[in-house]
């Protein structure tokens, strides 16, 4: 029986990505992680980290809408 690696693809993204992709200044990235607001980097080289696409697309999705303080409702069949 042959074992089987199960190998998960993460996409990494660099910090211009992830400014883009927030639409967020660099100091506010940082000034969010040291609140514990947003998500850790990965260290990937002696002077290089990245974020897992998946952890920022979370975070954007908990993220409240502007007319209101209340995290977007999930939709239901009734709806």
Do not use: K
């Amino acid at each position: 029986m042959e074992t089987e690696i199960h190998y998960r693809r993460e996409t990494l993204l660099t910090r211009r990505q992830l400014e883009a992709l927030c639409r967020l200044s660099t100091s506010s990235i940082y000034r969010l992680m040291r609140d514990g607001l947003f998500p850790e980097p990965i260290r990937v080289g002696r002077r290089a980290v990245r974020w897992y696409a998946s952890e920022i697309d979370a975070w954007l999705a908990s993220r409240p809408r502007a007319t209101g303080d209340r995290p977007v409702a999930q939709t239901t069949a009734n709806s």
